[in-house]
């Protein structure tokens, strides 16, 4: 087992460490969302139908969600410094593969590398956070700052794809190379070597089966706005046939993918579907906005970008502070209050118009939004990877990671049929408000769960506090 830091004091190796591990998510992050702004410009230059330009955003997110799980058990059995930096390698070489290609298959063959080793990349670096630092204050605070950088690199990467989309469409897949190279030198120095490994073996039918259902399972909601009715349902039929698989083989497999006690876990189930609500949501809310803000408002890629700064700067300059006040309030309330936020968000945005106003519109739903992530998103990892054994800290991660992507194409899906929904005709206006309302619903039942989480909080409390009786 690696050792893990108690000391509050740390080095400068340490930071050093931290700071390439936040550096490396922040790239992943930050591939979900800057491509969605230069999708016009790829459209134009490679001549993709807008059928197939969907696929340069599907094609990363089928990558990384698909194979999240077989991420974090392998970063477990095979070393996670060895996969993280292995991982590191395929990123930067796709990223700049995508950058010179001119044919869109190719394009989107890059993307779908490139999430695939964000499958990988994602696991390993949070798996080494949870096993170097100590469960409690130095935990919390590191992995506040690491998924603070998660989240700040998804809220930025629409306002950094619209400053280089003005440049050229090929930056936004330029950019990450040389991030990723230095972060590749400096994590060969400063990672440590020699962790312990997993004991077991690859659960290879595992593997295959849980990452066939989740890339069946996206592909299907992905294309569901514009498959048969048939297909679809035979696509999700197939899905959950393989899920079904997968549960029965794990439980008769003597080296699992997943160990389905951790299922169990009330926090970790929690956490797993609140960042389901939290991402996916947003994801469909994000969508929602770039149509309007564009297609119906007339604004300019870079116009659009802005918009989302606010959200995305309460983020990243709350990055050091959610460790502390989750050891002071617990995960349970910050995520209530962040998914409070997260409502109170959708429904400011439910007050569009064909004339928003920045100040009493935009701007508060903005910071309502990057409140909701500030909060939640670093209290779910925080709650997902509390009480998990080392050996197993890759699989939690990768579960959690997984709710997000999944949950973010299911999400996604459902939000794109309502707006396209009477496309032809109707009132535009009310088409986005009522795709605007689905992101809310999904955060309703957010805000539900979290509630449970606090109730059951309490009331361990109440049993620890419970005094014993007396003997007779």
Known sequence: MTSS???ARWGARLWGTLTVLCAVVFLD???VSMVGVALPSIQAELGMSTSSLQWVVSGYVLGYGGLLLLGGRTADLLGRRRVFLAALVVFAVASLLGGLMNDGTLLIAARFVKGVSAAFTAPAALSIITTTFAEGPARNRALSI????????????????GVLTEIGWRWTFFMPVPVAIVALVAGARLLER????GEGGHDLLGAVTITAAMLLLVFAVVEAPEASVARTVLSLAGAAALIWLFVWWEGRVRHPLVRLGILRSAPLARANIGLVILFGSYV???????QYFQNLLGWSALQTALAFLPAGLLVALTSTTMGGFADRFGTPRLIVAGSVALLAGYAVFL???LHPRLLTLVLPGMVLLGLAFALSFPSLNIQATAGVDDEEQGLASG????????GGAVVLAIVTAVLTSGADGGDPIARFRAAILVSAGFALVGLAVALTGLRFGRQRVAAREEPVPEAV
């Open 29 to 31: 992050a930050l591939d």
């Open 5 to 7: 830091i108690k000391d």
């Open 146 to 161: 690491f998924t603070a950088c998660g989240a700040s690199g998804f809220s930025l990467g629409l306002v950094l794809s």
């Open 284 to 290: 469909g809310f994000q969508f929602v906005a770039m």
């Open 194 to 197: 020699g962790e312990e490994r």
């Open 399 to 406: 579960l959690l990671n997984t709710s997000g992507q999944v």
């Open 351 to 353: 007050r569009v118009d």
